[in-house]
């Protein structure tokens, strides 16, 4: 280590072989070309070669200046590297991600701020849509749709299946008395989520009953709007279990009857081509991957 030359004589030949000038070079490094074209000497005279040509306009490398540079170079970026990923404060990750409006609120939304507390360098970009089925938005790097998982992406993860049933006020239920059915739910006044018009159907074929489809109330495009719908205390909807969880938690709805069925679809979670290997990615499917769990 003792015969190494000066570290400021190694940073002005690296400038000035990078500028091809030692002007240049002395401007990035805020000295005089006096200064630049001094220490340069002083690492020719140290290492007994001539590093520069001098032109009567410039400098050019030599070829034994032209084969140092490069590992010089390359030693430099590598200290700044270094520094910066031990030391240095670390850049914001973008991760642009679009969900469903009932997925993002109702099931992302409760939990972002833990996964920012844990992955504060992790900066998540959240929009929603009604209904996707591909990436028609090139800056988005996550999508979580609904279906049955068969679109053309490679990268896909399925985020688990997952139950339905009516989820209603307890007010509403209480109307009942002691005599509430699931046919007299069926009956009254039920908000339809648009798409899922037939859940009642299959809630009654799964559970051996005769139920015919409710009359025509309300209907919402969201089971998000659904569960605000009936959280006014009139009215039930058919809904999956993991979207009314947090307001059966908390005592706004209830489950009344036991009746429930297997939905066929599910969300699924897909990662746009190119973006896969990323470990913010890696670590943002994994977090969403445990958020949806049997009730």
Known sequence: MANLPHITWLKAFEAAARHSSFSAAAAELNLTPAAVSQQIRLLEGHLKVQLFERLPRGVVLTDIGQAYAHPIRKSFVDMETATKGLFGTKKKRVIKVRASISYAALIMAPQLAQF???????????????????????????????????????????????????????????????????????????????????????????????????????????????????????????????????????????????????????????????????EDITLFCNWVAGLTKPY
């Open 116 to 278: 920012h507390a844990d992955n504060p360098d992790i900066f998540v970009q959240l929009t929603t849509t009604v209904w996707a089925d591909r990436f028609d938005d090139e800056s988005i790097d996550i999508d979580i749709r609904y279906g049955h998982g068969n679109w053309q992406e490679t990268h896909i993860w399925h985020l688990g299946h997952e139950y339905a049933a009516p989820a209603c006020h307890p007010d509403f239920a209480a109307s009942f008395g002691r005599n509430l059915t699931i046919d007299k739910i069926a009956k009254a006044e039920v908000v339809q989520i648009i798409g899922s018009e037939g859940d009642w159907i299959k809630l009654s074929e799964h559970c051996g009953l005769d139920l015919e489809m409710p009359p025509e109330w309300l209907k919402a495009d969201s089971s998000l709007v659904a569960l605000q719908i009936v959280m006014s205390g009139v009215g039930s909807t058919m809904v999956r279990e993991s979207f009314a969880k947090q307001y059966i938690d908390a005592g706004l709805l209830i489950f009344p009857l036991k009746h429930r069925f297997p939905l066929q679809q599910s969300h699924f979670l897909i990662v746009r081509e190119g973006v896969e290997k990323r």
